[in-house]
């Protein structure tokens, strides 16, 4: 006799239990927002290292995850990405952003990339070339510096600290040896004094800009986008070769760039969906 229907939805189905233990080991990454060591992996997901090692042998093949070569750890891989892609195509600041990148750099002739807050850092999730040939290895993907960028001081200007904590320590780990600055949590009292200045600074004008860094002849603009509640959803960036984009607080190029994030930033707040873009 078959069983009754309401007895057979709340049967548990059965599913592939290697692929629920790989997930552990997913979502023990995810977590974390910044790469980790086998060790630290195998504690999360409850494995012996290493029954750990092998299952992220095969979530590497499959593009979930990466080794980084230098330090050994564990970070999203390539598929990794085009699935956090997938996702955030519903999202609606992302949607609504993705037709003002293309008409700003349309309109300026400028590249402009659309970041979003990162596992590692602000990520650039989408990337409109510009006319205008520029010379800097810049594509989906890419992590932007924190300190060394327009784009990584918006975002250490309009994120909440716990989660640019997460951020400062996976960039700083990724620094370690070569000789870069550091103004996260690490900096010394006068150091963070001073780039508390700076960051007070960009939200006061709502922009910031970057003239020759962090790549010598490239200079950037970067506004934040806001939602009703004023949290930081994304972050939009021009980038022109340095003496040919204007980077004036007032010049041409900052003034379409505030209105662009201006109107997306309005057009979520006059949405009747959930738009809020807190974490």
Known sequence: MPA???????????????????????????????????????????LPSGQAHAYLVSLTRLGLI??????????PGPLALRLGLLHLEHQPAFRGAVPHAAALAQQTGFSVAICIAGPQGPTIVRYEHGGLPLHVNLHVGTVMSLPGTSTGRVFCAFLPAERLQPMWAGQSASAEGSGAVQRGEHADAAARAAFEAVLEGIRARGMERGIDAPTPGVSSLCVPVLDAQNQL????????????ID????????????????????ALQSSSLDTSCAA
Request: aromatic content about 2%.
């Open 247 to 266: 980077v004036k607080w007032n010049g041409a190029v900052a003034r379409v760039m505030r209105a662009a994030a201006l109107e997306i930033g309005a």
């Open 66 to 75: 990466k080794r980084d070569e230098l330090s050994g750890r564990y970070e």
């Open 4 to 46: 009754p229907a309401s007895a057979s939805a709340t049967r548990t189905q059965r599913g592939i239990q290697s692929v629920e233990v790989g997930g552990r080991l997913l979502r023990a990454l995810a977590d974390a927002r910044g790469p980790l060591a086998l060790s630290d992996l195998a504690a999360s997901g409850d």
């Open 233 to 244: 959803c994304l972050a939009l960036t021009a980038i022109g070769a340095t003496g040919a």
